[in-house]
T-cell receptor, first 111, second 113 residues
């Protein structure tokens, strides 16, 4: 399974755009990139998933360069309620029944 | 919308006791996953089931066992509990066995004294 590396923590202010980059140098051809958000004592929540280029939904955007060795989660205009841990995961769309969580990024949004 | 249901939400046990955690997936979801999250740690995958068959296995101790029933609910059975088993246990469900969006339940907080 491809290993992911993310910053341990990030600080931001309300209204700013936050970009969290994840490195996955050993990503395989069948691997998809998925981001989850987790609040304290709650289960992780799916944010976005992509394979290449750019994916956007109502919550976030995911940018994946052509070599797919990294990806960037972009959160537009964050609010205090976006303070959470964000996990980048990589998994095989054709065979994986599980999520392998690495060390996520603790995002703190300040007023 | 219906979510994943887990019971109980809190459980306190003594060392060497047994515990059973239950998970009721979102209706029509056929795949169930179990994760363990210790204090200050990241979630760790334990085991998953697709259509009532074990589909993948992670770092689940031999003292633990799980199954998925005909109504798709799942139970995680834990025996000879140890202090280190104290953790949040999350169940998640998804629509298929593929690497797809998983919907997590609220978790069961197990405390072993």
């Amino acid at each position: 399974l491809a290993k992911t590396t993310q910053p341990i923590s990030m600080d931001s202010y309300e209204g700013q755009e936050v970009n969290i980059t994840c490195s996955h140098n050993n990503i395989a051809t069948n691997d998809y990139i998925t981001w989850y958000q987790q609040f304290p004592s709650q289960g992780p929540r799916f944010i976005i998933q992509g394979y290449k280029t750019k994916v956007t939904n109502e919550v976030a955007s995911l940018f994946i360069p052509a070599d797919r060795k990294s990806s960037t989660l972009s959160l537009p205009r964050v609010s205090l309620s976006d303070t959470a841990v964000y996990y980048c995961l990589v998994g095989d769309m054709d065979s994986s029944y599980k999520l392998i969580f690495g060390s996520g990024t603790r995002l703190l949004v300040r007023p | 919308a219906a979510g994943v249901i887990q019971s109980p939400r809190h459980l306190i046990k003594e060392k060497r006791e047994t515990a059973t955690l239950k998970c009721y997936p979102i209706p029509r979801h056929d795949t169930v996953y179990w994760y363990q999250q210790g204090p200050g740690q990241d979630p760790q995958f334990l085991i998953s089931f697709y259509e009532k068959m074990q589909s993948d296995k992670g770092s689940i101790p031999d003292r633990f066992s799980a199954q998925q029933f005909s109504d798709y609910h799942s139970e995680l059975n834990m025996s000879s509990l140890e202090l280190g088993d104290s953790a949040l246990y999350f169940c998640a469900s998804s629509l298929s066995r593929l690497y797809n969006e998983q919907f997590f339940g609220p978790g069961t907080r197990l405390t072993v004294l």
